[in-house]
């Protein structure tokens, strides 16, 4: 079973974007030689759509693809239609279960070489003991029970595969100072397991959590960065109340790597700051 489909079918479809920009063609010129739509290449490209066989045959036949690019092209095609360990997580109908668009984050995740993220005002998730997400949950717009024990499930399994011995990306995570203050409403054993969970975390030798008291660079709001494979570029992953957004664009990227850096500077560690 792969771990990992959509984020092989998001690695197709950046291997199948670059090779029709090496052949200087557009996707309607690239479609037009198959025989298929423009937007059906847009949606390869971006991996936002499964394809059948013939038309990675095809695509590969077009741009002339050596025998162990096509092997490879053809090996992530296989594993993007296989279930990925998430999905367990997103099978009831409600329209309130997990964001469809999150397997892209959660995959990229699983695999990311450094994961950098800022939160405003809560806890990040993969710092997040069960007892705070209860009280999270608590507070936000009401979901059927069987929803809210699905993302009790997923963010204890994105935790375990994070924090695991198999994979320990570098971790950083700056806090505004909001958070700290809302912990510290709750009641205190939610909030002291919360903070030996955060304590725990910021002494391993992979992972840093900095609180921000003052102004600073990223008061815009919460977003992370996540670096994962040669196969897909940095992103920057924004979440919100009705979906998420991915960002690629290089000098956009660029930005928000510096909008992390300069809050950073401005920040001091969880320690100190529970001092």
């Not at 077009?62 to 998430?86: C, K, N, T």
């Not at 949950?137 to 198999?166: C, S, T």
């Not at 903070?195 to 977003?223: K, Q």
Request: net charge negative.
């Amino acid at each position: 079973m792969s771990e990992h489909p959509t984020l092989a079918r998001r690695a197709m479809g950046i291997r199948f974007r670059r090779l029709r920009e090496a052949k200087g063609e557009t996707p309607a010129q690239t479609a037009a030689a198959i025989g298929m739509g423009r937007k059906t290449i847009d949606r390869i490209e971006k991996g936002t759509q499964g394809t059948k066989q013939p038309v990675i045959k095809a695509l590969c036949d077009h741009f002339e693809v050596a025998d162990q690019e096509r092997s490879h092209i053809f090996s992530l095609f296989v594993r993007s239609g296989e279930r990925g360990w998430w999905e367990a997580y997103f099978d009831t109908g409600s329209r309130e279960s997990v964001n469809p668009d999150f397997p892209l984050f959660l995959e990229s995740e699983q695999v990311a070489t450094l994961i950098r993220t800022f939160e405003a005002e809560i806890i990040p998730g993969l710092l997040q003991v069960p007892e705070y997400l209860v009280e999270l949950q608590a507070v936000q717009l009401p979901a059927p029970e069987e929803v809210a024990e699905q993302i009790l499930g997923l963010r204890a399994h994105r935790q375990k595969l994070i924090f695991g011995d198999n994979h320990r990306p570098g971790i950083e995570f700056l806090l505004g100072e909001a958070a700290m203050v809302y912990l510290s409403k709750l009641p205190r054993k939610v909030r002291d397991g919360q903070i030996e969970r955060m304590l725990e975390v910021d002494a391993m030798p992979n992972a840093s959590i900095r609180v921000l008291t003052g102004l600073h660079a990223a008061v815009a709001g919460s977003f992370t960065l996540l670096t994962a494979s040669p196969d897909l570029p940095p992103f920057v992953y924004l979440d919100s109340v009705d979906g998420c957004r991915y960002i690629e664009q290089p000098d956009v990227v660029s930005l928000y790597e510096r909008t992390f850096e300069g809050a950073r500077e401005r920040s001091e560690s969880i320690r100190e700051y529970l001092k």
